[in-house]
């Protein structure tokens, strides 16, 4: 199983409205399945703020986390995402890491 497949089962805990997972490790220069970006909405965040969203988050994917290097975490309660807000481009990756050099 992919790991982008892994996520999505794992994220089905919070009962997503709305769930896109996209892999943006060719951005970074840590490989394959190694940086990803996911928009997820759900009635779990009504009401809650975000680092608790991300702590729900976090729980879900449980060890998951460890398998990959970064994760950017755009998460919506089904008002805000009624409201239509912009999801923000990631930005492409300076370097820096071990594995540049």
């Known amino acids: 199983m992919m790991m982008m497949e892994k996520i999505e089962t794992a994220l089905a805990v919070l009962q997503p409205q709305e769930l896109q997972i996209e892999d943006e490790s060719h951005m970074h220069s840590r490989g394959q399945e190694s940086h990803f970006k996911v928009v997820l909405v759900s009635a779990e965040f009504t ?47 300076r370097g820096g890491s071990l594995h540049d050099k």
């Open 47 to 93: 009401d809650v703020r975000k680092v608790q969203r991300h702590q729900k988050v976090y729980a879900a994917l449980g060890d998951l986390m460890q398998q990959f290097h970064a994760l950017a975490l755009h998460t919506f309660s089904p008002e805000e995402w009624q409201a239509e807000l912009a999801i923000p481009d990631s930005p492409h990756c």
